[in-house]
């Protein structure tokens, strides 16, 4: 990166300064740079639709920058900034040059832009969480506007995925982000992706181990393994591969290098489930987030962007009320007849075992959506090997993987403490997080108030350990196929184990009277869950290598 673009980007961060003044002389900066690119093209007639994408050079450096500038009109939460990009792309236009517009519906396909964007709806902390995140990166991202349902647990992200990327660590930062495009890879999530390799280049990394894993160095092709086994089959992991690692001569982990390396796979590994959970959209300003094409044969204007009519007529398909009528009322009943039973009897030991053991089986008899071989594209699996190796249940052809009793081996009293020892305050802020997602509640279910949602939530988060083979001795599994009924099961096993097979339709069919907000809480729940049931296995397999 020459010192120009250096320069520019240090520009787009000013940004995010709270001082109005600082922050606008900023756009005026970047305003007379953008004039000048446009001068610099020459006398040109109003766009007229034809096929060429942009009034300028396809992938020109102003076609980037004029996409830069859409995204800040719809996703900075500064309204000076967003106006002052209005009006520069108003100018922009006025001069005859085409200006991009966004492609999609807002920063989920899953849930209507209203929802996730509505104005009143932003209280002042959430404001102030839109503006740190927006200060630390530049951006707004989509992740983080659907997130903002829960500015509690929003907080706690934005921390821990902070100071796993940007804060003093083990880890070279240009290592962190080709980390984070190596994990995102095994689901094919191109969202991820494509973020991180942005990253990757403005921290200085090697374009050259963009085109594929095999040019990057030694060090990081030996990490492919363990990459592999923890997104698809944990329980597969052991000290073996560990110590492959970390007695690998000259391209040698250290133990502090290592566990930065296995938090950062599993938070991009889960982080890559909740893309998918949600539809996550590309960003505005990346690949698939804007076209410089018009529309129609009408012009395009700039006040569509102002209006948000970038795009057709959006409608939801709702089933019929009467289709669903009751679904919340029989569940809260069900979590009703369940707590009687807990303080009636209490199942025996042998019991609690066989229903476990059989909850996992049927677990692996839930099948993945869509269940067809699905072909990653070139240009995400270049970043890792093996593309058959996918998720496969435990005893498919006859392969047995012996339970993990949390007993055994805990977040709380194992994991926590060897990551901390490690990588100090990681540990404090992943032992947040979890606790954040698995105790967040609003004791609501739709539209009912002053319900205990506790017995669902810990349902939810066990069943997802269950499908990794992980077993709680102090909780009864029959409770599960009481609480998630088989179109949940199928969204739950998809987003953990095959998120990138997600589709509309299977997050519309679970759960179908409940709030998107409440649908969101579910994938952070499967998120965190699932972040911690592979952080488990990576953290047993590095204990039992220490022992």
Known sequence: MDAQDQESLTRWDRLGSRDTS??????????????????????????????????????????????????LTKRCP????????????????????????????????????????????????????????????GRLDNISLVMGFHPQ?????????????????????????????MAAARHQCSYLVNLHVNDFLQVGGDPKWLNGLNEAPQKLQQLGEINKILAHRPWLLTKEHIEGLLKAEEHSW????????VVLLTHYHSLASFTFGCGIMPEIHCDGGHTFRPPSLSQYCVCDIANGNNHGNHHDSHLS????????????????????????????????????EREKTESMLVVTAEDEEW???????????????????FSRRGEHVPTFRVQDYSWEDHGFSLVNRLYPDVGQMLDEKFQMAYNLT??????????????????????????????????????????LDRSFKIYIKTMVCSPEKTTKRMYESFWRQFQHSE?????????????????????????????
């Open 22 to 71: 600082s922050r606008m002389a900023t756009m005026e900066h970047i305003r007379q740079e953008v004039m000048r690119k446009v001068e610099a093209i020459g006398p040109m007639a109003p766009c007229s639709p034809s096929p060429a994408p942009s009034g300028c050079p396809a992938g020109s450096d102003l076609n980037v920058t004029l996409a830069h500038l859409l995204m």
């Open 78 to 137: 500064f309204d000076d900034v967003k106006e002052r990009c209005l009006r520069l792309l108003q100018a922009v236009q006025d001069l005859g040059v085409r200006i991009p517009r966004p492609l999609g519906n807002g920063p989920s396909r899953f849930i209507p832009e209203k929802e996730i964007l509505g104005v009143s709806k932003v209280d002042t902390r959430t404001q102030s969480i839109f503006e740190d995140a927006f200060a630390a990166l």
């Open 153 to 181: 647990y929003l907080e706690s992200f934005l921390r821990t995925q902070h100071y796993l990327l940007q804060m003093d660590g083990p880890l070279s930062l240009h290592y962190r982000h080709y980390i984070g495009i």
């Open 254 to 261: 250290s133990l502090a290098e290592l566990i930065h390396a």
């Open 321 to 356: 009320s009467q289709e669903v009528c009751g679904e919340v009322e029989v569940l809260m009943e069900r979590m009703k007849q369940l707590q009687e039973c807990r303080d009636d009897e209490e199942a025996s030991q042998e019991e609690m075992a066989t229903r476990f």
């Open 375 to 393: 072909v990653p594209s070139r240009d995400i699996s270049r970043h890792f090997e093996d593309l058959s190796y996918g998720y496969k249940d």
């Open 442 to 483: 609003y004791n609501t279910m739709a539209t009912h108030k002053d319900v205990d949602t506790s017995m669902l939530r810990r349902a939810i988060w066990n069943y997802i350990h269950c499908m990794f083979g992980i077993r709680y001795d102090d909780y009864d599994y029959g409770e599960i196929n009481q609480l």
């Open 519 to 547: 649908k969101v809480h579910v994938n952070l729940l499967l998120m965190e869950a699932r972040m911690q049931a592979e952080l488990l296995y990576a953290l047993r397999a590095i204990t039992r290598f220490m022992t």
